[in-house]
């Protein structure tokens, strides 16, 4: 079996603040820093250095060269990500406040040019069974989810960012959906997370269920039994990968058959370690280093 993220490559250009800045406000920025990034990118990442055998797919410009370098020198496998002579990579303006809370402003680019002779190209190469893992910064989502689940691959969705063309995707071909109570809400109209559960499963019965709470933790639901797990105790220094790492943690899991709960605990223990580091990518531990770490649950 093999994980395939069909997804974002950005570029991060990332401040340091005080505090987010407000309307009619000029704020200096204590620091800044470029770095790669993007939700497929960085969940590429996360699966690999979890352990898994991943393959990246997507689409850069020519400014996007050290993002495929990032990949590379993850081995991760890069032969799916095409490059665009006429089109900026995607990019994110990032301001991480004094608590380490984050807010992001991203340009699509590259990421919203992916065309469907491209996507077959890459399905091509993928069988049953494999994992292929899925968020909503490209285009033609529609499109991967209806071929990716006629050649019976499982398919992994994390819906972010929310919006109207992704709840006009077929959702019912979504085995797993991995995503924040925001994104639950958005998606059934309930906002404690219990009931958007129960909503959720009434509306696609085929799918499990995976929903992050930040500092309650997250809960797993299978169809017949939710798994709970709270979150480890770390100082936060920057939050912008922790849903990634914790995305990439849990698919890796799923690989390696562990049971939910060993899952969840690996994962919220490498979302914890990003947490207390800088940056996005490059913020994401090693399953050594996961292993290692020793850190109580709050």
């Not at 049953?128 to 529609?142: C, F, P, S, T, V």
Request: net charge negative.
């Amino acid at each position: 079996m093999k994980i395939l993220v069909f997804g974002s490559l950005n570029i991060d250009r990332r401040y340091m603040v005080d505090h987010f800045v407000q309307p009619g406000e000029t704020l200096s920025s204590d620091s800044v820093g470029t770095f790669s990034g993007g939700k497929g990118l960085n969940q590429a990442i996360a699966c690999k250095k979890a352990g898994s055998d991943v393959y990246m797919a997507g689409k850069i410009g020519t400014d996007g060269a050290f993002l495929l370098a990032e990949l590379k020198d993850a081995d991760v496998v890069t032969k799916h990500v095409f490059i665009d002579d006429d089109e900026l990579s995607g990019h994110a303006i990032i301001q991480v406040d004094k608590n380490g809370q984050n807010c992001i402003i991203l340009y699509g680019g590259t990421n919203r040019t992916i065309t469907h002779a491209e996507i077959d190209e890459v399905l091509a190469d993928f069988d049953k069974g494999d994992i292929i893992l899925l968020q909503n910064e490209i285009n033609a989502l529609d499109y991967i989810i209806d071929k990716a689940h006629e050649k019976g691959m499982v398919v992994a969705l994390n819906p972010s960012p929310m919006d109207d063309k992704l709840l006009s995707c077929d959702l019912s071909k979504i085995s797993y959906f991995i995503m924040n109570e925001i994104e639950a809400a958005a998606i059934c109209g309930q906002n404690d997370p219990d009931v958007a559960i129960a909503t959720l499963h009434e509306k696609y019965p085929e799918s499990k269920i995976v929903i992050t709470l930040g500092g309650d933790g997250s809960k797993y639901f299978d169809g017949e039994i939710t798994h709970e797990h709270g979150i480890y105790s770390v100082k936060a220094v920057d939050t912008t990968a922790a849903g990634d790492t914790f995305t990439g943690y849990f698919l890796n899991g799923l690989m390696e058959n562990m049971e939910p709960m060993e899952i969840m605990s690996m994962a919220a223990k490498a979302s914890a370690i990003a947490v207390s580091r800088p940056g996005a990518a490059d913020s994401i531990p090693t399953k050594d280093e996961v292993l290692a770490t020793e850190l109580e649950l709050k």
